[in-house]
């Protein structure tokens, strides 16, 4: 047996003794209210922490395993299988705090932020999108001023995931309008329970509110809570993005499994025959296996890359593109084979377990961390090489832009 399949045994091993308290099967039949799963989930992840399992790809110096890429891959894969309480620390782990371990100021206070939220102790969120400013992230309008030595901060975020929840966030607002818009951004961490700050959840249509409205109300920022050069800040937004758009995505595009499609087509029939004999079926099948083999491939170099310090490339467009436009028609191919059962829908169903929860959500993930038509542009500018799309804005100082 080699060293990952050891790691993974161990770590199947511990998840299974945890399961009977943690795991999805356990929790449902609790009927747990949001924040009495969430209390669960900080538990789970303050013993994942002293199990040895949190961080594991993270170098030991700021509070993480030292181990390699592949060990982390391993644990998730079958941690996934368990459905436990982790969803509200994803995009915490996710984004913000590998953008803070490498652009935050104060070491040691760094150190002291990664370990608890890899306990979940604490939970970052992401605050990027606006009612003006969403595929075109530049075009933001909240805005940060020079305030003795430190600034002041108003404006408006929306679509942020558990800001509702959450102690600190990372964000990108505009520090100089005089010059082009991609040019006066600038990155910081900011103080979710800060004076000024105000979250106001939106309840979307499966039933839940996980997004948010966040408004600041001249909010104070020190500028050691700057992350990046000012006027640097849409080179740091991008890194958050390739970043995103790796994490944020799996070769599932973040819906079921492919083996659950095929569970799914061994137990309906077309034309009174299993539905896994149907030739249409078996291709699709085939063609979401060979798909996802290449985008695994993908996400196993970029964690390469990441773990070697390393920005990751312009493929993470490519995996979240295909990976997610993927999912939704899987989604819509397995509704269509349960025919009438697919009207039956569970506004409490997991995403990556259920696929009229899968197929209903997919829109937003094709929308989140990029949408298809900037991805497209990506692509053809940075992977083929193309020429970028006409910009009449380009070279325009953004307060010259007109509204």
Same mark, same amino acid.
């Given at each position: %047996? ?20 943690y ?15 969430? +209390? ?22 700021i ?36 953008i ?16 608890k ?29 020079? =305030? ?7 404006g ?34 900011v103080?979710?329970? +800060? ?12 039933? =839940? ?10 909010v ?56 896994? @004999?149907?030739?249409?079926i ?23 890359? %990441? ?12 995996? @979240? ?7 939704? @028609? ?13 009207? =039956? ?21 094709r ?19 193309l ?17």
């Open positions: %047996m080699s060293e990952i399949e050891t790691y993974r045994a161990q770590a199947r091993a511990w998840l299974e003794s945890v399961a009977p308290k795991a999805r099967a356990a929790r449902g039949k609790l009927k747990l209210s949001v924040e009495e799963d969430l +209390a669960l989930g900080r538990e789970y992840m303050a013993a994942k922490h002293d199990a040895g399992y949190a961080g594991i790809n993270w170098p030991t110096e509070g993480g395993q030292g181990l390699s890429n592949m060990h982390k891959i391993a644990f998730d894969a079958e941690e996934m299988q368990f459905g436990m309480p982790n969803g509200y620390f994803g995009i915490s782990l996710g984004m913000p705090i590998p803070l371990i490498h652009y935050g100021q104060d070491r040691a206070w760094v150190k002291e932020r990664v370990v939220a890899l306990r979940g102790e604490e939970i970052w969120c992401q605050l990027f999108s606006e009612p003006s400013g969403g595929s075109d992230l530049a075009a933001l309008r909240t805005k940060a001023e020079p =305030d003795g030595n430190g600034w002041r901060m108003t408006q975020k929306i679509w942020t995931s558990w800001a509702q929840y959450c102690d600190y966030g990372v964000i990108v607002v505009r520090t100089d309008p005089t010059v082009e818009k991609h040019k006066g951004l600038t990155y910081f961490w103080d979710m329970k +800060a004076e000024g700050v105000e979250v106001r959840p939106i309840k979307l249509a499966g039933g =839940d509110s996980h997004v948010n409205e966040v408004f600041f109300d001249a104070r920022l020190e500028d050691s809570q700057r992350m990046g050069e000012v006027g640097g800040g849409f080179g740091v937004a991008l890194h958050t993005l390739m970043i995103e758009r790796y994490i944020a995505t799996d070769s599932a595009g973040f819906g079921p499994h492919l083996d659950l499609f095929v569970d799914t087509a061994k137990n309906l029939t077309i034309n009174g025959k299993p539905a896994i @004999k149907d030739g249409r078996r291709s699709a099948i085939a063609r979401n296996h060979a798909m996802r083999a290449g985008l695994d491939s993908i996400t196993k170099r970029a964690f390469a890359m %990441m773990q070697a310090g390393m920005q990751p490339g312009p493929e993470g467009s490519l995996q @979240k593109l295909v990976a997610v436009r993927s999912r939704q @028609k899987l989604s819509e191919l397995a509704l269509d084979l349960q025919g009438n059962q697919a009207f =039956d829908f569970d506004p409490h169903a997991y995403v990556k377990e259920d696929w009229g929860t899968s197929w209903l959500n997919a829109p937003t993930g929308i989140a961390g990029g949408s298809d038509e900037v991805l497209l542009n990506t692509i053809a500018e940075k992977v083929l090489g020429p970028q799309d006409h910009r009449p804005d380009k070279g325009v100082p953004f307060n010259a832009i007109p509204a």
